[in-house]
């Protein structure tokens, strides 16, 4: 009983925490802030269009429709807009979350902070439909979620060293960077994708993308033993070298850098918002203090890290004026009668915030563990109430990244019109379009309206009400949609008629883009979505159904 006693104690007391990993906390907790910030910083130029009370997909009415669910319906849908779906409060919860990350930042009462982060962005997420369906949006989710137990408490806890991060918090958040990694790795074969089996996979990944960039194109047009290599290594990485950060520090170290330089490509060829981001700060955590103290200049270093481990030993093991064996155990002998009567409250506090933590952080393991074994085993015999009972809150994740490969890139455009013969576009601030504009890097921002019409343009309009709905909107000239364009062709009256038509991209070659200046080209392939008008009675007419001109090229 004791010996259960003391590995409880050891992986939820932050008084038994994990005392060499305060610089890589420090340093985490100011890059989830950063995170964070961007995150709420590209919704509010977005919010009111993608989910506003005249947005493409109002919140107001999808939480209309979960009413029927009575009181269960706070559980499912676990998000502040309860109280009110208007613009105004869909911009407080932006600008709430905007102020929290930037205070975070500054490491001002940062596990306060983070739970302000973390209520605003699950209250976003759970109410904005199609435009949260993003894994990136679970796996901040999850890292916010876990990042509430390992920051300090108080309100200027500076490096924290009176009470360092909880073992079990810093193992759940290196488990969910293992599991991004893992799980993908995973998917990849069981998809039964013959591009990963063959190791073509990155042929024209660069390019078919969401939202490519302009080092994409160049590394797009490197010879295919490179990219062959480079599909090779992405599964070595995601299935094996990711193991490393289970071995000693030396193992893990070399961990760190190969996965933070593989980030750093990826980020430079491709916009995934801050996915990247937040898989390459989580690996920060790999590495002790022993490691980054000398990134840490000396006057600035806490007490505990001031010597380096040969330094302490020296010193007969002593941490801070404690020994290391009894560093973090509370001296009651000798204490006054009165002052212990007057701590017991505190005590008492301290034991329940230790409970919540154990049992938090224990749900989201099983959850997330009874996940990965299902990959493997999809009938294992285990309780599935555990995992069904986190899913609302997005905090115990499956991941899967690139399971399937696109093999083709398609462009929705929107077009208006006022005799049904004559079309403009509406230009997009993020999406590729015009074939001489050079693609751009705007990650970690998130557009997320561009984002969705590309996954839209891999289906069906009546798969992606977005598109009609949005038709609905130009012709309303509703401003909230409208800003997310990069601008209004018609400025002065709505068109009387709007389309969506497909193309069909490609990267250019280099010839192409030597001697047209291009770094796109396209061929039309027909309309998307029904056309449509707004008749006088202020319903909408189909002028059009969609229709194919041409098919794609493989």
């Known amino acids: 009983m004791d010996k259960a006693r003391r590995v409880f104690l050891y992986l939820f007391d932050s008084e038994h925490g994990a005392a060499d990993r305060l610089i890589g906390r420090w340093l985490f907790l100011r890059a989830m802030g950063l995170i964070y910030f961007s995150a709420f910083y590209a919704l509010l130029f977005q919010v009111k269009g993608l989910i506003g009370t005249q947005g493409i997909l109002p919140a107001g009415e999808y939480l209309d429709d979960a009413r029927s669910l009575g009181a269960a319906r706070f559980w499912y849908a676990p998000t502040l807009l309860w109280l ?38 699950l ?8 435009f949260s369906g993003y894994q990136s949006d679970g796996m901040l989710l999850e890292a916010g979620f876990l990042s509430l137990f390992l920051a300090p408490g108080g309100l200027l806890p500076g490096w924290g060293a009176k009470r360092p991060p909880a073992r079990a918090a810093v193992l759940l958040l290196l488990w969910e960077w293992f ?29 078919n993308g969401p939202l ?8 797009q047009h490197l010879p295919y033993w490179f990219h062959k290599a480079t599909a090779g290594a992405t599964l070595g990485m995601e299935l094996a070298l990711v193991w490393m950060a289970f071995l000693p520090r030396r193992w893990r170290i070399a961990c760190f850098f190969i996965v933070t330089a593989w980030q750093i490509g990826v980020i430079a060829t491709a916009n995934y918002t801050f996915l990247n981001y937040l898989v390459l700060v989580l690996a920060f955590l790999l590495l002790d203090d022993a490691f980054l103290r000398r990134f840490v200049p000396a006057r600035w270093r806490p007490k505990q890290i001031a010597e380096s481990p040969e330094e302490q030993r020296e010193r007969g093991g002593m941490v801070g004026d404690q020994p290391v064996a009894d560093a973090g155990e509370p001296e009651a002998a000798g204490e006054p009668e009165h002052e212990t009567e007057q701590r017991e409250p505190a005590r008492w506090l301290v034991a329940a915030g230790i409970a919540v933590r154990a049992i938090a952080l224990t749900w989201v393991f099983y959850a997330t563990t009874v996940e ?4 493997f085993w999809h009938e294992v015999p285990l309780p599935a109430s555990p995992v069904a009972a986190l899913e609302p809150f997005r905090i115990a994740n499956q991941y899967g990244l690139f399971a399937v490969m696109t093999p083709h890139r398609y462009e929705i455009e929107f077009q208006g019109s006022n005799d049904g013969q004559n079309w403009v576009a509406y230009p997009f601030r993020y999406k590729p379009q015009d074939v001489r504009e050079r693609p751009g890097i705007y990650a970690p921002y998130q557009p997320r309206f561009d984002w969705n019409l590309w996954f839209a343009s891999l289906g069906s309009w009546l798969q992606n009400p977005l598109v009609p709905r949005t038709e609905e909107l130009l012709l309303q000239g509703d ?3 409208l800003g997310l364009f990069a601008g209004n062709p018609f400025p002065n009256a709505p068109p009387k008629y709007v389309r969506a038509v497909i193309w069909q991209y490609w990267f250019s070659t280099p010839e192409q883009k030597r001697e047209q200046g291009v770094w796109w080209t396209r061929q039309y392939l027909g309309t998307y979505a029904p056309t449509i008008t707004l008749r006088e009675d202020g319903r909408y007419g189909v002028v059009a159904g969609p229709s194919r001109e041409a098919e794609p090229e493989p």
Not at 93 to 115: E, F, K, Q, Y
Not at 181 to 206: H, I, Q
Not at 212 to 219: E, F, K, M, R
Request: proline share 3%; net charge negative.
């Open 123 to 130: 209250s976003f997420v759970c109410a904005a439909q199609d």
């Open 179 to 207: 599991r991004i990694y893992f799980e993908s790795g995973v998917v990849k074969l069981e998809s039964g994708d013959p591009t990963w089996r063959n190791l073509t996979a990155m042929y024209e990944y660069y390019q």
């Open 212 to 219: 490519p960039t302009w080092i994409g194109w160049y590394v």
């Open 372 to 375: 990965l074994v299902q990959m």
């Open 84 to 121: 009110s779906s208007s613009n105004h409060m869909l911009m407080a919860l932006m600008w709430a979350g905007l102020i929290a990350a930037v205070i975070l930042i500054v490491n001002i009462w940062p596990r306060a902070m983070l739970l302000v982060c973390f209520v605003c962005y």
């Open 479 to 481: 401003q909230d949609v």
